[in-house]
């Protein structure tokens, strides 16, 4: 159990929940497949699939959960060549044209039709609780698509108290001053050899930078020259590789040799105590990059969370 993205929430107040309070609640949300004449349907799966038939897989106080979205695919060529063959057949038997808004409800009724044979296409969206943490972790490579999930998570909880982390200074201005060296990055962090720079005008260009020197004089003359960095490949204390964005979205995580030697040693054969392992490992490991990853911009602002009483 790897995650490919993490978009991380930042709980704002504090948060717990039990895995027994959270199965109960997703239970009630739990995916039903599309009916006849339905477009799209979501709800809650097994994160094990059909190694398991909890809605939440806990371990060491962090709960993973899934959301299943099924939607039906209708093929748009398909759909505007049988509205047109319909709008045909009116125009000669009826000897007048068709005009748009009959032509719109004539392809509403042949979408409804075509429904039932429709071809479904099914997601899965993975995330993690760590209250422990004050964090929400979604594996998804688009904010929307992690934004879908918390809202879908909220709607079933009753309330889910998060919102993206907040960081004191902008994460263009820190990942810029990285490659122009004005700032000093930790010594955690690597600079890979991918980037992204954007001139920060109206209709501003943008530059993609792929298996270059990030310090070499063409990058430097394009700093010089105002573009700014808005994306930066990174190596976490040489254990996870990754792309990071300006909206503070992580993408293309990879996690290095030292984690999966230590999943390899897992003397285990079962598939469940395996996917717990990996899990764990990944958990404990993007527990310490997440906070470092806030310090090292700048330092989390934390002035919207409500810190716990003492």
Not at 106 to 135: H, T, W
Request: net charge negative; proline share 5%.
């Amino acid at each position: 159990m790897w995650f490919r993205n993490a978009r991380v929430f930042r709980f704002t107040k504090p948060f717990d929940i039990t895995p027994e309070a959270l199965e109960e609640k997703l239970r009630a949300d739990a995916f039903k497949p599309c009916g006849p004449q339905e477009t799209i349907r979501q709800g809650w799966v097994p994160p094990l699939g059909k190694h398991g038939d909890q809605l939440v897989h806990s371990a060491n106080g962090y709960h993973l959960i899934a959301l299943r979205k099924e939607e039906k695919i209708l093929p748009g060529p398909v759909v505007k060549e049988a509205v047109e063959e319909r709008a045909e057949a009116i125009e000669l038997d009826q000897g007048r044209k068709v005009r748009k808004k009959e032509k719109e409800e004539i392809k509403e009724q042949v979408m409804l039709e075509m429904l039932p044979q429709a071809f479904s296409r099914n997601r899965r969206c993975y995330a993690y609780l760590a209250p422990q943490d004050g964090v929400l972790v979604v594996d998804a490579g688009s904010a929307k698509q992690a934004e879908d999930l918390a809202s879908t998570l909220r709607k079933s909880l009753g309330s889910l108290p998060v919102r993206p982390p907040a960081v004191e200074q902008a994460p263009a201005f820190t990942f810029t001053g990285w490659l122009n060296e004005t700032i000093d990055h930790p010594g955690t962090v690597v600079l890979g050899n991918e980037c992204e720079l954007k001139d920060p005008s109206e209709d501003g260009g943008v530059v993609r930078c792929k298996g270059l020197d990030l310090k070499a004089d063409e990058i430097r003359n394009h700093l010089a020259a105002g573009m700014q960095v808005t994306k930066l490949s990174l190596t976490w204390d040489d254990n996870v590789s990754f792309v990071l964005d300006e909206e503070l979205g992580i993408r293309r995580l990879k996690f290095g040799e030292t984690l999966q030697d230590q999943l390899d040693d897992v003397d285990v054969d079962d598939a469940v105590a395996k996917f717990d392992a990996a899990f764990t490992l990944m958990t404990m490991e993007l527990s310490r990059m997440i906070p470092g990853l806030l310090d090292a911009l700048g330092g989390e602002d934390r002035s919207a969370i409500v810190e716990e009483e003492a």
